[in-house]
C-alpha cells in the first residue's frame, strides 16, 4: 500500500515530467513559427532568383514553377551582353535597352563616392561631437532626427530645387546655369545628406573607443590636433571606418525612391533599372527583372554578412563601453 | 633648469573647484610626490603642470617662464600616464620614437636615441614587439623609455604603477627612483598610495578636497601631521584617535575621553584645557601588557610576520590597534592593559582638525 509520502513522490515527479513535456511542445511551437516566418520572409528572394534562371513560358505559368523546368542563363546574358546583331538591333527597337552595365557603373560611382564622402565627413565630425562637445549634449541625438524624414515627403520638394529652383537661383545670380537634375552629382549630394547621420553615430561609437589619454600622451610629445589624428585615432577606427563605408554603400546600393525621382533618362541607378524593364512583344520581362534583383541583392547580403557583427556593436549606441 | 612654481591657482569645473588655491614650489631635480584621497584634486593639478588643462585663474612657470598659454608639447615636459597610454597599433620602436618623429628629427638620430632608451629601461629585445604582447611591467618600461627619449627637464607621472600587482609595483619603485638619481631630473608624481609617498619623495605634498594639507619630507610628514587627515592617512595601520575634553587637575593636563582618563604631558599648553580635542597615537607607540594600566579586551589578532596587530576594544566607540612581538601569548577574547607613550602623543583640535602641539 503506497503510504502519502510516496504519494507525494509520485505527484511530484509526474509533475516534472508534465512540466518538461510542456516546455518541449512550446520550444518546438516556437521554433517551428519562427521557421515558418522565415521561409514566408525568404521564399520571394528564392522566388526572384528561381525566376532568373527561367525560360519567358515559365515566368508566370500556372500552376507556378516552384523549381525552373527548363534553367537558363539568357535572362543573365540579355542584360549583360551587347547584342549588335540583326535581331538584337530589331528587339531593342520594341523593348527598351537591357543594357545593365550603364545603370551598373552609375550605381558603383554614385554609391562609392557618396560613401566616400559622407564617411571623410561624418568622422571629422563625430570626432568633434566626441572630443569637443560640438553641438552641445543632445547633438547626437538630434542629428539622427534628419534620418527620420521619409524620403517620400522630400523627393517632390527636391525635385523642384533641383528642376527649377537651383538652375533659376545660378542664373539669376551667377550668370550661369547649374544643373542637378539627371546628374551623378545631385543624386551623390542627395545620398551624403542622407546617410550623413548613420555615419556620424556609427563613427561615434568608434572614436569614443579611444582613450582620450592617447591623444593627451601624443600632445605632450608635441604632436597637433590633425597629427595626433592622423596618427593615432584614424589607424585605430580604421576598421570602424570599414565597416562604415561599406554600410553607406549597402544604403546607397538599394536606394530607388530618390534615384527615380531626381533622374531621367541620363543617369540611371540599378533600382531605377529593375523599374523599367517593359517590351511590346511581351509585356513585362519578369526574366531580366528578376536577374538585375540578383544582381542588386548580391552584394547586400554578402556585404552585410560580412559587416553584421560590427553593424551590432555600431548600433549599441556607445551604451556598451570597455 | 627645471623648477616649478604655481602661483594662486585655482581650477573650476562648472560650478565645482578642483583646486583651490595652490602654492607650491617644486626645486629643480627633486622628487615630489602629490599624494591624497580621489578627488583630492592632485591629477588636476598635475595636468595643469602639464598644459592638458588651463588654470581657471592663477599662474604656473616652469624653468622661470610663465607657461600658461603654451601648448603641453612646448613646455619641455615628459608624462607618463596611469593607464600608459602606449599606442597599441604602433610597435615598441615606433611607440618610442613617436615624439622625436613628430619634431621631424632625423631618422638615424631617432634609431640611436630609441636604441639607447630602451637599453636603459632593459627592453631591446621588445622593440619588434606591440604593447599587447608586452607584460605589465614591460609595458611600464616602454612607457618610461617614451618619455626620457625626450630628455625633458621635468616628469610627471599620474599614478603609474597602480595597475601593476603588489610585488612588480615595489620593484617599479627602485626603478624610479634609480632612474631619477640617473637622470637628476626633476619629478612630479601623483599617487593615492602613500607606500609610495613615504619610499620614494624628497617631498611630499598631501592635498584633500582641493587644499594642501602639508608639505614636507616624509619622515617629518609621519612624525609630526599638520591635520588629523595628513596623520589618518599615512601610517599602516592607521593612527588611533580619541575624542575627549581636556581638564586640568593639580596643575597638569589630562584628556578625559567617556572611558579614559589620560595625562597629557607638562609641555601641551594650558589654553587647551575646557577644549575638545583628538588624540592621535600610532600603533607603534601603544603598549600592551598584563597588568597595571587601561583594561581592554583582544578582538583580532593579525600576525604580519616580524610582528603583529592586535585589535582590542577598551569601551571606547571604535577600537585600538596596537604592534606587538608576534611571540606575545595574547588570543582572540584575551583581557590585557594599555597604555600610550606620551612621547607618541598628536593633538588635533576638534573642529578644525588642526595639529595643537
Known amino acids: ?322 | 633648469m627645471a623648477q616649478i612654481v604655481l602661483k594662486d591657482v585655482v581650477k573650476r569645473f562648472g560650478a565645482q573647484i578642483a583646486v583651490k588655491g595652490m602654492n607650491l614650489q617644486v626645486r629643480d631635480g627633486e622628487f615630489l610626490i602629490m599624494v591624497g584621497p580621489s578627488g583630492c584634486g592632485k591629477t588636476t593639478t598635475l595636468n595643469m603642470i602639464s598644459g592638458l588643462e588651463r588654470p581657471t585663474s592663477g599662474e604656473i612657470a616652469i624653468g622661470g617662464q610663465v607657461v600658461n598659454d603654451l601648448e603641453p608639447g612646448e613646455r619641455g615636459l615628459g608624462m607618463v600616464f596611469q593607464d600608459l597610454a602606449l599606442f597599441p597599433h604602433l610597435t615598441v620602436y615606433e611607440n618610442i620614437a613617436f615624439g622625436l618623429r613628430v619634431k621631424k628629427v632625423l631618422e638615424a638620430e631617432i634609431d640611436s636615441r630609441v636604441r639607447a632608451a630602451a637599453e636603459a629601461m632593459h627592453i631591446s629585445p621588445l622593440l619588434a614587439k606591440r604593447p599587447a604582447q608586452c607584460s605589465g611591467g614591460e609595458s611600464q618600461r616602454v612607457a618610461l623609455a617614451r618619455t626620457i627619449v625626450t630628455n625633458p627637464a621635468v616628469f610627471l607621472m599620474d599614478e603609474p604603477l597602480s595597475s601593476l600587482d603588489a610585488k612588480l609595483r615595489v620593484d617599479m619603485r627602485t626603478e624610479l627612483k634609480r632612474l631619477h638619481d640617473r637622470l637628476s631630473a626633476t619629478f612630479v608624481y601623483v599617487t593615492h598610495d602613500q607606500a609610495e609617498a613615504m619610499t620614494m619623495a624628497d617631498r611630499i605634498v598631501v592635498m584633500s578636497g582641493g587644499l594642501v594639507e602639508q608639505i614636507g619630507e616624509p619622515l617629518e610628514i609621519y612624525r609630526k601631521p599638520a591635520s588629523q587627515f595628513v596623520a589618518s592617512f599615512f601610517g599602516t595601520p592607521t593612527m588611533n584617535f580619541l575624542s575627549g575634553t581636556v581638564e586640568s587637575t593639580g596643575g597638569s593636563l589630562a584628556l578625559r575621553t567617556a572611558n579614559l582618563r589620560q595625562r597629557l604631558p607638562d609641555s601641551m599648553p594650558a589654553s587647551l584645557v575646557g577644549r575638545n580635542v583628538v588624540l592621535g597615537v600610532r600603533s607603534e607607540h601603544v603598549t600592551i601588557g598584563k597588568n597595571g594600566g587601561n583594561p581592554g579586551k583582544v578582538q583580532l589578532i593579525e600576525p604580519l610576520g616580524a610582528e603583529s596587530l592586535v585589535f582590542f576594544e577598551y569601551g571606547g566607540a571604535t577600537p585600538l590597534v596596537a604592534k606587538i612581538d608576534p611571540e606575545m601569548p595574547l588570543d582572540t577574547g584575551d583581557n590585557l592593559t594599555f597604555d600610550f607613550d606620551p612621547a607618541g602623543y598628536h593633538l588635533f583640535d576638534a573642529d578644525t582638525g588642526k595639529r595643537l602641539n
Not at chain 1, 600622451?217 to 597637433?224: D, T, V, W, Y
Request: hydrophobic fraction near 50%; aromatic fraction near 10%; proline fraction near 6%.
Open chain 1, 1 to 322: 500500500m503506497t503510504t502519502p509520502a510516496e504519494m507525494t513522490r509520485e505527484q511530484t515527479a509526474s509533475a516534472g515530467a508534465r512540466n518538461v513535456r510542456k516546455q518541449r511542445l512550446k520550444t518546438i511551437a516556437r521554433h517551428a513559427i519562427l521557421i515558418a516566418w522565415t521561409l514566408v520572409i525568404l521564399f520571394p528572394i528564392y522566388w526572384m532568383v528561381a525566376t532568373s534562371f527561367k525560360e519567358s513560358g515559365e515566368w508566370v505559368a500556372w500552376p507556378p514553377h516552384w523549381i525552373p523546368h527548363e534553367p537558363t542563363i539568357k535572362n543573365y546574358s540579355q542584360i549583360f551582353a551587347f547584342d549588335t546583331s540583326e535581331a538584337g538591333v530589331a528587339r531593342e527597337a520594341t523593348e527598351q535597352p537591357f543594357n545593365v552595365w550603364g545603370p551598373l557603373g552609375d550605381s558603383l560611382l554614385i554609391c562609392t563616392v557618396s560613401a566616400l564622402i559622407a564617411l571623410l565627413l561624418g568622422t571629422f565630425l563625430a570626432y568633434s561631437i566626441s572630443r569637443f562637445n560640438v553641438g552641445g549634449k543632445h547633438f547626437r541625438h538630434a542629428i539622427l532626427m534628419i534620418r527620420m524624414v521619409p524620403p517620400i515627403v522630400i523627393a517632390i520638394p527636391l525635385l523642384m530645387y533641383y528642376a527649377i529652383m537651383i538652375p533659376l537661383a545660378a542664373e539669376t545670380v551667377l550668370g550661369t546655369r547649374i544643373v542637378l537634375f539627371d546628374t551623378r552629382i545631385g543624386v551623390s549630394a542627395i545620398y551624403i545628406a542622407t546617410t550623413l547621420p548613420f555615419v556620424i553615430w556609427m563613427m561615434l561609437t568608434f572614436i569614443e573607443e579611444v582613450p582620450y589619454t592617447l591623444e593627451h600622451a601624443a600632445r605632450m610629445m608635441g604632436a597637433g590636433r590633425m597629427y595626433t589624428l592622423r596618427r593615432v585615432v584614424l589607424p585605430l577606427v580604421a576598421s570602424g571606418m570599414v565597416v562604415t563605408f561599406l554600410f553607406v554603400f549597402i544604403l546607397n546600393w538599394a536606394e530607388f525612391l530618390l534615384a527615380l525621382t531626381l533622374t531621367h533618362p541620363d543617369v540611371v541607378t540599378l533600382p531605377v533599372l529593375l523599374n523599367k524593364f517593359q517590351s511590346a512583344s511581351e509585356g513585362r520581362l519578369f526574366g531580366p527583372q528578376a536577374a538585375i534583383g540578383t544582381i542588386i541583392t548580391i552584394p547586400v547580403v554578402v556585404l552585410g554578412m560580412l559587416i553584421q557583427k560590427h553593424l551590432i556593436r555600431g548600433f549599441s549606441f556607445g551604451t556598451i563601453r570597455k
